[in-house]
């Protein structure tokens, strides 16, 4: 079927197997990715505009909404900071302890998500390691948006740190001699001359964290309280929905979290591309 | 579009020039490199290296890879440190400032332009960066940046960013830019190294009247001898971490002073010979060749190509054989298999020569050095 | 600012030194504040996982992860491993052997699409079967009266697994391939070997280990996926549940210990993946390309 398909719309080449590849990878993608995410397209439109609306700006939707995009831009704030730093402290210093350290910053993409998230509530909880140390000022964090932070933080962190690393590595030592002979002081250097260097990296880093960040469940829904409008994270919304069987709801709310990610994550590219254009690569 | 500003320089208003120069320090400076000897961990770059630098002199560092250029002309920038040693920067002793305290003007291989700043703002960057108290205003810096722009030669150009420049006109703005801080010392390390030939020998010429008409000191690096010899007031040429010699470029071709300039400098030809008693002895064969305060003992014998006189019966020559012949330019090349163990010589000689391969030959050299053999291992 | 001559020695050592990099204070703080953020945020919820696993003792922890239900748990978690994996393995050399060795039009599409399951949340990754095969999807009724079911029921975890971790394998091959162009199967095929043959023996040595790196990925999170497998399974205990979910299931219990214990057993899963991983890293990086994109 794609090997007729095929043979029209590729250049010739000596080397078989395209149509016996390109057939498997179509009808694999489709089957698994494109025809179940059709459903849900299908579904969404199927409510209508006005339906579909209605069930995004109701209260509790909109609160959940707004709580998992505010907190994952937050989080993914103090990973841009924090990874910054970590990256430059990997890349530029030596310490005993570094490649431990830089082994350990992957553990969020390894770690099941289930278990960071009982592990991050053991600690954060009025008992824990930490909430223990907070709770006699009042300060909670588990239960609490607080806590819902902190597992986006855990979550989000190598994505900053292993984008800005490659680039720091690759920095031409050459650029700074340069800078500190026309006098600039290391401060200066650094936030004028290598930060904005580093933008785009972290522009992307940000970006992934971001949307890592938006559609987390597991990490969170153990330390986040799940009280509605308070500590209500989207995709726990979506997930009670599915109980409730309001298939309709769940795929409002779900097209309206993949639609608003999707804008956010198009306008940063399109900014990346403009400063690719401008600056170069 | 470096054709278009080609153009350009033949005719640059003299009048653009006058403010930046008098806006520097008064006198060029003297640079005076006392022992300087540096190691990275065991490994010696440098071996006790002096050097005086006139003030407005145009100084080359020539050598190899590995000879230690690049790490004096670092030293000099306050990039790296000597092991021992003293450089002085007139009367001061440079080794107790900093980079930022030295006012050395850095141009890079690699331009080192900061690819998110505009040319403009390249250009300035030097000045926006000083303390509040020596800081001009935002207009004068951009006054200044467009006139350095008009002295290089890229005139509108201010507005645009580093990746969107040849590399031509990218090492004229870090050219511009380092001089913008008004330096006291230009270092340049191998400044044309990553342009094409065209564009390298055009902005040669172009930093010969830059140098010309701002009289800044200038030292650069280079491992281009042609670079070193058509540019620089004097070339110093280095070898291992040591200076080899220092003369102006008619002094290190005509009149090298160790094996090593001569063969790296120019082309040359080698012969070993013995001295006895004051006369020069090739093979068994005495040579009409003065021994020139060589000492007796076995010697190197160098010419180049062209100083070579050829007969049939040249008397005290150095009888060969012919082994390849082709042309060069517009001379007739040969290599000549010279003595019992078949030592090779190439010769040049005007395209009318006729001799073939395998035909005989006698060669003398009009001109020559003789340098004694080192013992083994030196 | 010394005069002595060793003091100027030592003094403007520094300061060269310091051309491109910060002043020791600086430095030192720097490192601080990364270590401090690195240990609150990983190390100590790592540590949470073995040191609350181990509250009930060694006997407490043996119990929690030999019981029956935990140990029907692991056995469907390397079952929908043991599927989801090679499939995704499968996938992952035909579409880089497709993009690879072959031009044509559409190709950065297909690059998209592929990696359109890492901007989706898993709960929405799980949910989409649901629309699918739920009983009242659009494939739902149907497959019911069939006695087929894929909601609530193993096939509905192996297919939400796959979509979860569908671009791991080809994400790593694409680019490696790519880089490694088409010229080692033209000479194959030249020298008269068949496709299959040079498929075998040429590309594959050529990606191995790109392959193990993506292969391990997979692995991890197939095994360790919580948010899609929890929104088609239907938490029977005992039937269908992976590890992640009978840890949820013996947490909101408050049976933390025995919570913690089968956790900490994927916490080994995600520890052993770490170290292979880096191994990887460090010895073949120049053929696991890509390797820093994550």
């Not at chain 1, 910053?105 to 770690?111: E, G, I, M, N």
């Not at chain 3, 990983?42 to 009930?56: D, G, K, Q, T």
């Not at chain 3, 030249?190 to 043959?197: I, N, R």
């Not at chain 3, 210990?257 to 292979?276: D, E, I, P, R």
């Amino acid at each position: 079927m794609a090997g007729a398909r095929g043979l029209a719309l590729k250049r010739p080449s000596a080397i078989p197997g395209f149509g016996l590849a390109l057939g498997f990878t179509l009808t694999y993608l489709s089957l698994i990715v494109l025809i179940p995410l059709a459903a849900l397209a299908i579904k969404a439109a199927s409510l209508g505009f006005s339906g579909f609306w209605d069930i995004v700006t109701a209260p509790r939707t909109l609160a959940a909404l707004r709580l998992s995009f505010v907190i994952s831009l937050i989080a993914a704030a103090i990973n841009v900071v924090f990874g910054v730093v970590v990256a430059w402290v990997l890349v530029r210093y030596r310490f005993p302890g570094r490649r431990l350290l830089d082994a350990i910053v992957d553990l969020p993409f390894a770690l099941p998500t289930a278990v960071a998230g009982i592990a991050l509530t053991a600690i954060y909880a009025p008992n824990g390691w930490i909430g223990g140390l907070l709770d006699p000022f009042g300060v909670k964090i588990a239960y609490t948006p607080l806590g819902i932070g902190i597992a986006l933080v855990f979550i989000g962190l190598p994505f900053v740190v292993r984008t800005v690393q490659p680039v720091l590595e690759d920095f031409e030592r050459e650029i700074e001699e340069g800078a500190a002979s026309l006098g600039a002081n290391r401060r200066q250097t650094i936030f004028r001359v290598m930060l904005p260097a580093l933008l785009p990296a972290i522009l992307t880093g940000f970006v992934l964290a971001f949307a890592r960040a938006v559609g987390e469940y597991g990490s969170v829904i153990f330390i986040a309280g799940n009280i509605p409008f308070v500590s209500e994270i989207a995709p726990l919304l979506i997930v009670i929905r599915l109980e409730e069987f309001s298939h309709a709801q769940a795929t409002a709310i779900a097209a309206a979290m993949l639609g608003i990610a999707f804008v956010v994550i198009l306008l940063i590219n399109l900014i990346q591309a403009w400063q690719r254009r401008r600056f170069g690569t | 579009m470096d054709a278009r500003v080609e153009n350009e320089m033949n005719d640059v208003p003299a009048g653009a020039l006058a403010p930046v120069a008098e806006a520097g320090w008064d006198e060029p400076m003297q640079v005076t490199v006392e022992d300087v000897a540096k190691k990275f961990g065991l490994t010696p770059a440098l071996h006790g290296v002096s050097l005086d630098i006139h003030p407005g002199e145009l100084v080359a560092l020539l050598g190899p890879s590995g000879s230690g250029k690049t790490t004096l002309l670092r030293i000099l920038a306050g990039l790296d440190i000597p092991s021992s040693g003293r450089v002085l920067f007139d009367e001061d002793d440079a080794l107790t400032l900093t980079v930022q305290e030295r006012h050395v003007g850095l141009v890079f291989q690699n331009y080192a332009l900061f690819r998110h700043m505009t040319v403009a703002e390249n250009i300035g960057f030097g000045l926006r960066v000083r303390p509040r108290a020596r800081r001009p205003s935002r207009k004068e810096i951009r006054r200044r940046a467009l006139e350095l722009l008009d002295l290089v030669q890229l005139t509108g150009l201010e507005k645009r960013y580093p990746s969107q420049l040849s590399g031509g006109q990218r090492q004229r703005v870090a050219f511009a830019r380092a001089l913008a801080i008004e330096p006291r010392l230009l270092l340049l390390d191998e400044p044309f190294g990553a342009l094409d030939a065209k564009v390298r020998r055009d902005l040669r010429r172009w930093l010969r009247e830059i140098h010309d008409k701002t009289g800044h000191t200038t030292v650069f690096v280079t491992h281009d001898q042609e670079e070193a010899l058509e540019l620089a007031d004097r070339v110093v040429v280095m070898n291992d971490g040591r200076i080899e010699q220092v003369g102006t470029p008619d002094e290190i071709y005509d009149e090298p002073n160790s094996h090593f300039v001569f063969s790296f400098i120019g082309e040359s030809s080698e012969l070993p010979v013995l001295v006895e008693r004051g006369k020069v002895v090739f093979d068994k064969l005495p040579l009409n060749i003065a021994a020139r305060g060589c000492r007796d003992g076995p010697a190197r014998l160098f010419f180049r190509p062209q100083d070579v006189e050829v007969g049939s019966d040249l008397s005290g020559a150095i009888p060969g054989v012919i082994s390849m012949r082709r042309r060069h330019a517009g001379a007739r090349r040969l290599d000549v298999e010279v003595g019992r163990a078949g030592h090779r010589i190439e010769i040049e000689l005007p395209s009318q020569f006729e001799g073939g391969v395998r035909g005989r030959i006698a060669v003398l050299p009009r001109r020559w050095r003789l340098f004694p053999q080192e013992p083994e291992g030196a | 600012m010394s005069d002595a001559a060793l003091g100027v020695d030592v003094v403007t050592e520094d300061r060269a030194r310091s051309v491109t990099t910060e002043r020791r204070p600086v430095r030192i703080a720097l490192i601080l504040i990364a270590v401090a953020f690195l240990t609150v945020f990983l190390l100590l919820p790592l540590f949470a996982v073995f040191s609350e696993a181990l509250r009930a003792g060694f006997s407490g922890y043996w119990q929690a992860i030999s019981e029956p239900d935990a140990v029907a748990a692991m056995k469907l978690t390397l079952l929908v491993a043991a599927i989801a994996v090679p499939a995704n393995l499968v996938f992952g050399l035909a579409a880089s052997w497709a993009i690879a060795k072959f031009e044509f039009p559409g190709k950065s599409l297909l690059n998209t699409l592929i990696d359109l399951p890492f901007s989706v949340s898993p709960v929405i990754s799980g949910l989409v079967y649901v629309l699918l095969f739920g009983l009242q999807g659009y494939f739902g009724p149907h497959l019911q009266s069939q006695g087929i079911q894929i909601i609530f029921a193993v096939p509905g975890i192996v297919l939400a697994t796959i979509f979860v971790t569908f671009p791991f394998v080809a994400r790593e091959l694409v680019p490696l391939m790519q880089e490694q162009g088409t010229q080692d199967e033209e000479a194959a095929l030249s020298l008269g070997a068949s496709g299959l043959k040079t498929f075998l023996l040429v590309t594959l040595p050529n990606v191995k280990w790109a392959l193990l790196y993506g292969v391990i990925l997979c692995n991890a999170r197939a095994m360790g996926e919580f948010g899609a497998v929890s929104v088609v399974s239907g938490h029977i205990r005992g039937k269908t549940n992976t590890m992640p979910l009978h840890v949820e299931i013996l947490y909101n219990e408050y049976n933390f210990a025995a919570a913690f214990a089968v956790a900490s057993l994927l916490a080994l899963l995600a520890l052993v993946t770490l170290v292979v991983k880096i191994a990887l890293e460090w010895r073949y990086a120049d053929q696991i390309a890509g390797s820093n994109r994550h």
